[in-house]
């Protein structure tokens, strides 16, 4: 599980870590918005060089996001048969009996593909470089707008930085109840039908069993401390936006802008 | 018989940028129909080398010999079930193993995945819940019905309900009252010497060690500060001392004893007879 890319802080020290997980956001967001603009081979072109530059900035090196991208090659493969075979637009490249395929087909795939690649460096570029709890915080400060219509933005991101802290907890719960069976001879890789959905239940019952444990004692221990959601609360760590974080924010919205305006005249 | 470490090493994260070895270089031998017990600090690689023992975990060099059979490093193990219900290994806290609807039914999912005829494995629950202490009435009760030190009784019951040749325990008796605790070990000391197991035990209780094990392995950063009967290892006055390790009440009031000037029998481990000794001690003055 230690080689699980997707989603991981990388404790580095870059002009990108050190920006306000508030921006961060914002810019992740424009950038996904740009993706869906179809400016054609030029927008995808100055995505990927943006993204190639903020990916050298942040110090995480390319080989990091090529690893993050590792568990959608299928995913992309299997799109580039289907496109092979359902997309009969455009000029005939080749053909072999009933087989035949078309540029079309080829230029599709291709713009599916770089988006997916977009997507996946631009998100792993935010885990990657924001901690966690960062994180929360910066979703909790943009939802907060949405407070007056009634959106609990705090119960919101408490909920998500919950979620994130226990994602380590389960994987090491999971592992040693899977080593505690495996002791008692349950094979989780091998057996017949029924013999597997038995080991599979003998993982699942005591991990929610020990889950459900561990909701309710975290909630004793925090009603203990105090903790009310609908209370105000001041924070420890203030969220600074410093020139810096400004300047990307607007260069990201400028992205936008420039690609309809590429897509309007190509 | 015996089990036998050569040259053992365990490094985690082997080949990843963050590798952390855990064990270093073990050499050891445990001798079949021992009880031994393991000490050490936190993290100094107990738990790491007892799931060596069925193969939970596999060296990163040298090998371990149980009973015959090996495990090498980078070596493919064939039939590891047979190493699995030939050691039986109780980790700590085992009641989180717990998950099916009876009390029976669990204990019996062990030897029924050894391939064991189901009514066979039932009878053998029925047999090991007696043995732990637990009655038919508990029979067909839901194991998440019951209190922590019975949970455990079953868990345990589950890892003996398939005969195992070798039982290792975790901490055994971690979270529980003195007197779970204590119960807990006659068991384990009656499995010992009634049922003739070879036990070896992770334990952070030097009264349990002093009370029920033969020999004791202490383990300091992954490498062994030390191995011998427990015996001569509390009598060691200096080992004791100066490998850190908390002696038990009987040898500390022993060593402040002889150090108000009373000639202390070296062999009394018991209060009986140590006060036999001191009371012989009193009279021939």
Request: aromatic share 8%; proline share 4%.
């Amino acid at each position: 599980m230690s080689n699980m890319v997707l989603g991981r802080y990388l404790p580095l020290d870059s002009k990108i870590h050190s920006m306000d997980p508030r921006a961060k956001i914002m810019c992740m967001l424009f950038l996904l918005i740009a993706i869906f603009i179809p400016a054609g081979y030029v927008g995808y072109a100055i995505l990927l060089a943006i993204v190639f530059v903020v990916v050298l900035m942040s110090k995480i090196g390319l080989p990091y996001i090529f690893k993050a991208m590792k568990p959608m090659l299928f995913m992309m493969i299997f799109l580039f048969v289907i496109n092979m075979l359902v997309i009969k637009r455009g000029n005939l490249l080749f053909e072999l009996g009933w087989f035949s395929i078309y540029d079309e087909a080829i230029f599709q795939t291709l713009y599916i593909v770089i988006r997916l690649l977009l997507m996946i460096s631009i998100t792993t570029l935010l885990t990657a470089t924001t901690k966690p709890l960062d994180l929360t915080l910066g979703i909790e400060d943009l939802l907060g707008p949405f407070q007056k219509i009634g959106l609990p933005s705090h119960i919101i991101a408490m909920m998500i930085s919950i979620a994130l802290r226990f994602i380590p907890t389960l994987i090491e719960e999971t592992q040693r109840i899977m080593k505690a069976q495996a002791s008692r001879g349950v094979d989780f890789e091998e057996g017949k039908f029924m013999e597997k959905i038995r080991s599979i239940l003998s993982l699942i019952v005591p991990l929610f069993i020990s889950a459900f444990q561990r909701a309710e004692d975290l909630a004793y221990a925090m009603e203990a401390r105090g903790y009310a959601p609908e209370n105000k609360r001041t924070r420890y760590k203030l969220l600074k936006l410093r020139a810096f974080d400004v300047v990307a924010m607007i260069f990201c919205a400028l992205v936008i802008a420039g690609l309809v305006g590429v897509a309007i005249l190509v | 018989m015996s089990i036998t470490f050569k040259n053992l090493s365990h490094t985690y994260n082997e080949k990843t940028p963050f590798p952390s070895a855990a064990l270093n270089n073990i050499n050891l031998t445990i001798e079949e129909g021992t009880f031994t017990a393991i000490i050490g600090e936190t993290g100094s690689g107990k738990s790491t080398l007892v799931q060596h023992l069925n193969a939970l975990l596999l060296p990163t060099a040298g090998e371990v010999d149980v009973n015959g059979f090996v495990i090498k490093a980078d070596e493919k193990i064939k039939n590891l079930k047979s190493l699995r219900r030939k050691v039986g290994l109780v980790f700590q806290f085992p009641e989180y193993q717990l998950f099916e609807e009876t009390i029976e039914s669990d204990v019996a999912f062990g030897p029924k995945n050894f391939g064991i005829e189901e009514s066979i494995a039932k009878a053998k629950a029925r047999e090991v819940l007696e043995l732990v202490g637990l009655d038919e009435s508990y029979l067909n009760r839901s194991p998440f019905d019951l209190s922590g030190g019975q949970k455990r009784r079953v868990a345990i019951a589950g890892i003996l309900a398939f005969d195992p040749e070798i039982l290792v325990l975790d901490e055994p008796t971690a979270g529980l009252d003195p007197q779970g605790a204590k119960e807990m070990m006659e068991l384990f000391k009656k499995l010992h010497t009634d049922y003739g197991k070879t036990i070896i035990m992770v334990t952070h209780d030097m009264e349990h060690v002093l009370n029920y094990c033969d020999d004791v392995i202490l383990l300091k950063n992954g490498e062994i500060a030390m191995k011998s009967d427990v015996k001569s290892f509390f009598k060691d006055d200096l080992t004791v001392h100066e490998l850190d390790v908390q002696p038990p009440h009987i040898v500390d009031l022993k060593r402040r004893l002889t150090a108000c000037g009373f000639a202390v029998d070296e062999e009394a481990f018991d209060l009986p007879s140590l006060v036999a000794s001191l009371k012989g001690e009193l009279q021939h003055e």
